[in-house]
């Protein structure tokens, strides 16, 4: 079964910094991975995917992950925190074969301190 | 443009009430799917379908119905709720083995 774990259920940071979230697949065959980020009172907005092209992958609001088949991984960066990216993040896998069905992490919540 | 069209979008129940949370969307995809959103726990399937008369389970199914008899609508029923199901729930439809997915705005339920 598809699994995806989300080390840290909080993450603060200082503006400014480096924000680094962490996600990490379980499966035999690499999945489609995502990464959604809800703000308060929101719905899900994707922030981006990997779809085995490029494992380097940028997404919006400066937001890139790098996808590491041989740590079975999928971090989410971004250079430099602004408050407003202040939310919950989460992240996603997507089998290849079987049912079209999205299985989430736990989320993370990030905060941004001043 | 409304893509996937969720309702109602607060409702308040009373344990043992049933209801029905609708779902449309408008985009043909045949692959639609309930989730439910708890704190901690990130969001869980509850049931899916992969098109027109054809519905699964999730993760969570228990103590919800689901039925797909035209592709664009996918409604979920409570049929007995219990203060374990107060949740947000959203319906998503799907393309492409989730690289496309089209939320919808989301349901807070609460059960008393």
């Known amino acids: 079964a598809q699994s995806v774990t989300q080390l840290g259920s909080h993450v603060s940071v200082s503006e400014g910094a480096l924000v680094l979230l962490r996600c990490n697949y379980s499966?035999?065959?690499?999945?489609?991975l995502f990464w959604y980020v809800q703000y308060p009172n929101q719905g899900l907005q994707l922030l981006l995917k990997?779809?085995?092209?490029?494992?380097l992958v940028k997404g919006i609001n400066g937001f890139e992950a790098e996808f590491k088949k041989s740590e079975t991984s999928f971090h989410l960066t971004k250079p430099s925190a602004h408050m407003s990216d202040a939310a919950e993040y989460f992240c996603?896998?997507?089998?290849?074969?079987?049912?079209?069905?999205?299985?989430f992490g736990t989320g993370t919540r990030l905060t941004v301190i001043p | 443009n409304a893509g996937v069209t969720q309702t109602p979008k607060f409702q308040v129940l009373k344990t043992g009430q049933s209801m029905t949370l609708q779902c449309a969307q408008d985009m043909n995809h045949e692959y639609m799917s309930w989730y439910r959103q708890d704190p901690g726990m990130g969001l869980r399937l509850i049931h899916y379908?992969?098109?027109?008369?054809?519905?699964d389970q999730g993760e969570v199914p228990n103590g919800y119905n689901v039925s797909r008899s035209t592709t664009e609508d996918f409604p979920l029923r409570l049929l007995s709720a219990a203060p374990s199901q107060t949740s947000v729930y959203f319906c998503v439809a799907l393309g492409d083995y989730g690289t496309e997915a089209f939320f919808g705005q989301g349901t807070r339920l609460t059960v008393v």
């Open positions: 990997y779809t085995s092209a490029a494992t």
């Open positions: 996603a896998v997507s089998p290849k074969t079987g049912a079209n069905n999205l299985f």
């Open positions: 499966s035999s065959v690499p999945p489609y």
């Open positions: 379908s992969v098109g027109a008369g054809i519905t």
